[in-house]
């Protein structure tokens, strides 16, 4: 059975770093499929497991700086 999820963005890791994409489908055996948002990378699509994937993170100011979550946006009117 194939679960499909809202898109989450996330980084992949492999043998040449991080790479951005976002999960489209969570499998049975507890892998992911993965698409990278780069057009350049090949494969598009690769099956990751749990442990090779991370929610994105910026490079900022010398430190990895994970997501913002929603509660912690400012809303400006």
Known sequence: MVT???LIT???GGTN???E???LQEWNNGNYLFMFHS????PKYVVFGVN???L???WFNGYWVPPV???ELAVEV
Request: hydrophobic fraction near 30%; avoid cysteine; charged fraction near 20%.
């Open 4 to 6: 499909t999820r809202t």
């Open 39 to 42: 057009d350049n990378q090949w």
């Open 69 to 71: 979550q929603e509660s």
């Open 52 to 54: 090779q994937l991370r």
């Open 10 to 12: 996330t980084t992949a």
């Open 56 to 58: 994105h993170r910026t």
């Open 21 to 23: 994409g976002v999960i």
């Open 17 to 19: 770093g991080w790479w």
